[in-house]
Each structure stands twice: as structure tokens, then as C-alpha cells.
């Protein structure tokens, strides 16, 4: 099932044509938000917050759940999203720490936080993890990136979630088969295929 998106980094991209993309197969609109790193300029940062609103005020007219991008900009991300009713969607490769799980919860409309192989290595995660409500994560691969141990340093594929799969049971302490259902009907949910 395909989503349909323009990358916070393609501020060149033209928003209009999106639309007439979508069908009944899309399943949501991103991966969309915003990068703030030290590289993009002022006014770059200001050209990629009107890409997501043009893209958010899609999601609302197309009734598909956001995929969100968000790097280095946990809270303007929080302060956006918080200007929108009927929302919902996924914080694409969440990094945004414990201390903004309960703001995102927070925002009106139904957001999840996906997590990746990284969980699998990084140090905190599995706090992080801990702390994010069971009915509210899911599980992403971010192909070719962020590959999960035992594969680290090579490119990520789809078959490698099942690394992550089990991550999230020892994390939850849970057994696999439960930890897959309750991930696999949170993401039905988000992407509404129930």
C-alpha cells in the first residue's frame, strides 16, 4: 500500500500535482515535515513549513492519516501540529525522547510513533519505548537506513523487522506473538485497514 508525500528536503516539488495521485490503494500522505538541520537555512526552514501545512490541509481533505518526518524539530513540529483538528498519523523514526511523548499524545487527532532498527542498538530507546502507550507504536524499516542488529553497517531491508519485532517483546516483555498482534492492529488502525 502506497503513501503519497513530498520530502521536507524537495521544497522544489510542486504540492498541486499530489492530489490528483490519490486513490483508494494510498493509504496516507507523507513522508512529510520538516528537517532542521544545521545545513538548512532560514529560508529554507521557512520553505519547508509551508510544503507540510499544504500537505497537512491534504491529508485533512483526502481523509488519510500524516506520515511525519521530524528532524531536529521536535517542538516547532509539536506547535504546528497543535494548530490542526482531525489529525492523525505516525512520527516517522521517533526520536523525539520521553519528555515529548505525552505532548504528542496531547495533540488533538490520533498520533502514533514509529520506531526502527535502531532500537535494536541505540542507547535510551527501550526507555523511550517503555514510555509510548502499546495501542500507539509501530514498527518501520526506513530502508536502506538503520539497520537493525544483527545486519548493522549494511543496507536495511524489509525481512529485518522481525529484529525489531522481537526488540520490542523483550523490551515489552512479551511474547513475540503477542507484541506482532498488537503492533500489526496498530498499524491497521493508523492506516485504516480494518
Given at each position: 500500500?502506497?503513501?503519497?508525500?513530498?520530502?521536507?528536503?524537495?521544497?522544489?516539488?510542486?504540492?498541486?500535482?499530489?492530489?490528483?495521485?490519490?486513490d483508494?490503494?494510498?493509504?496516507?500522505?507523507?513522508?512529510?515535515?520538516?528537517?532542521?538541520t544545521?545545513?538548512?537555512?532560514e529560508?529554507?526552514?521557512?520553505?519547508?513549513v509551508?510544503?507540510f501545512?499544504?500537505q497537512?490541509?491534504?491529508?485533512?481533505?483526502?481523509?488519510?492519516?500524516?506520515?511525519?518526518?521530524?528532524r531536529?524539530?521536535?517542538?516547532?513540529?509539536?506547535e504546528i501540529?497543535?494548530e490542526y483538528?482531525n489529525?492523525?498519523?505516525?512520527i516517522?523514526?521517533?526520536?523525539g525522547?520521553k519528555?515529548?511523548?505525552?505532548?504528542?499524545?496531547d495533540?488533538?487527532?490520533?498520533?502514533y510513533?514509529?520506531i526502527?532498527?535502531n532500537?535494536?542498538?541505540?542507547?535510551?530507546?527501550e526507555?523511550?519505548?517503555?514510555?509510548?502507550p502499546?495501542?500507539?507504536?509501530?514498527?518501520?524499516?526506513?530502508?536502506p537506513?538503520?539497520t537493525p542488529?544483527?545486519?548493522?553497517?549494511?543496507k536495511?531491508y524489509?525481512?529485518?523487522?522481525?529484529?525489531?519485532?522481537?526488540?520490542?517483546?523483550e523490551v515489552?516483555?512479551?511474547?513475540?506473538?503477542?507484541?506482532?498482534?498488537?503492533?500489526?492492529d496498530?498499524?491497521?488502525?493508523?492506516?485504516?485497514l480494518?
Amino acid at each position: 500500500m502506497p503513501a503519497i508525500g513530498i520530502h521536507p528536503m524537495e521544497v522544489d516539488k510542486d504540492c498541486a500535482t499530489l492530489e490528483k495521485l490519490f486513490d483508494d490503494r494510498v493509504v496516507a500522505v507523507g513522508e512529510c515535515g520538516l528537517e532542521f538541520t544545521d545545513e538548512v537555512s532560514e529560508t529554507e526552514k521557512k520553505e519547508q513549513v509551508e510544503l507540510f501545512r499544504k500537505q497537512i490541509l491534504m491529508s485533512q481533505k483526502v481523509n488519510r492519516p500524516l506520515i511525519i518526518h521530524s528532524r531536529q524539530a521536535s517542538d516547532e513540529m509539536l506547535e504546528i501540529l497543535s494548530e490542526y483538528e482531525n489529525l492523525s498519523g505516525v512520527i516517522h523514526c521517533y526520536s523525539g525522547g520521553k519528555k515529548r511523548i505525552k505532548k504528542y499524545l496531547d495533540l488533538p487527532g490520533i498520533w502514533y510513533f514509529g520506531i526502527d532498527g535502531n532500537l535494536t542498538y541505540e542507547i535510551g530507546l527501550e526507555e523511550v519505548v517503555k514510555n509510548i502507550p502499546k495501542d500507539r507504536l509501530v514498527l518501520e524499516t526506513d530502508c536502506p537506513y538503520l539497520t537493525p542488529i544483527p545486519f548493522r553497517g549494511e543496507k536495511n531491508y524489509p525481512e529485518y523487522i522481525k529484529y525489531v519485532y522481537q526488540k520490542v517483546s523483550e523490551v515489552w516483555q512479551m511474547s513475540l506473538e503477542t507484541t506482532e498482534k498488537i503492533i500489526d492492529d496498530n498499524a491497521k488502525r493508523l492506516f485504516k485497514l480494518v
